[in-house]
């Protein structure tokens, strides 16, 4: 059981490129999220998805868009990268609201030069 | 600025010894949890405590919680170099259930 999946673990980009980032759980859950870790802030929240077909922004959505393209699958994307934008970047999913547990995926370095 | 705030933000001991970290927030909670975090990994629930629960246990963990002071503690008892890691308080405030997370204490448990 892999729990929540995240692609790729290392990514180094440079200034104006564009990236997706992948994630997929496997525990049937409904909700699903995107955290950006930085040194010293904790973890903020990007984007969030309550279920199947819906999005909403989190704290920190500016200069990212989201895509849940099914129960199992929720992707960031950076359209184009901004040295603001070196984080680590963690999916997590829940059964429902997040009033209950997350589950994390393992993270996303990612570094924009 | 963050609704959550742990303290101290690092913490040394030797094995046997018990940690207590400390969790201040500044808005009425839903409820409050507790995740670690080891170096390079993602975070992993630790325990839940609920708005009108005081206290929990969980094998070495205590949590409690004090809404007057508007503020938590996670005790953990008889450290072992294995619980070295980030510890990360984390509250829900709205209706929906949205997490947010403090800056954690980092805990060091030397052999």
């Known amino acids: 059981n892999a729990g929540v999946t995240q692609t790729p673990k290392f990514q180094v980009l440079k200034t104006g490129q564009s990236m997706t980032l992948q994630c997929a759980q496997d525990?049937?859950?409904?909700?699903m999220y995107w955290y950006r870790q930085d040194p010293g802030m904790g973890l903020r929240l990007i984007y969030y998805?309550?279920?199947?077909?819906?999005?909403d922004k989190g704290e920190v959505p500016n200069g990212y868009n989201v895509s849940r393209l099914n129960k199992r699958e929720f992707s960031l994307r950076l359209e184009s990268a901004a040295p603001s934008q070196t984080s680590v970047y963690f999916c997590?999913?829940?059964?429902?609201?997040?009033?209950?547990?997350?589950?994390f995926g393992s993270g996303t370095q990612l570094s924009v030069l | 600025s963050q609704q959550g705030e742990e303290d101290p933000q690092a913490l040394s001991i030797q094995e046997g010894e018990n940690a207590t970290m400390n969790c201040s927030y500044k808005?009425?909670?839903?409820?409050l949890q507790w995740y670690r975090q080891n170096s390079g990994r993602g975070l992993v629930h630790l325990i839940l405590?609920?708005?009108?629960?005081r206290e929990k246990h969980s094998g070495r963990l205590r949590v409690t919680l004090d809404t007057s002071k508007k503020s938590s503690s996670l005790l953990i008892t008889a450290s072992r170099a294995a619980d070295t890691a980030s510890y990360f308080c984390?509250?829900?405030?709205?209706?929906?259930?949205?997490?947010?997370f403090g800056a954690g204490t980092q805990v060091v448990v030397t052999p």
């Open positions: 997590a999913s829940s059964e429902s609201r997040a009033k209950e547990k997350l589950f």
């Open positions: 525990m049937n859950h409904n909700s």
């Open positions: 998805s309550a279920s199947e077909g819906t999005t």
């Open positions: 808005t009425s909670i839903n409820n």
């Open positions: 405590i609920r708005s009108n629960e």
């Open positions: 984390a509250t829900v405030t709205d209706s929906w259930g949205k997490l947010q």
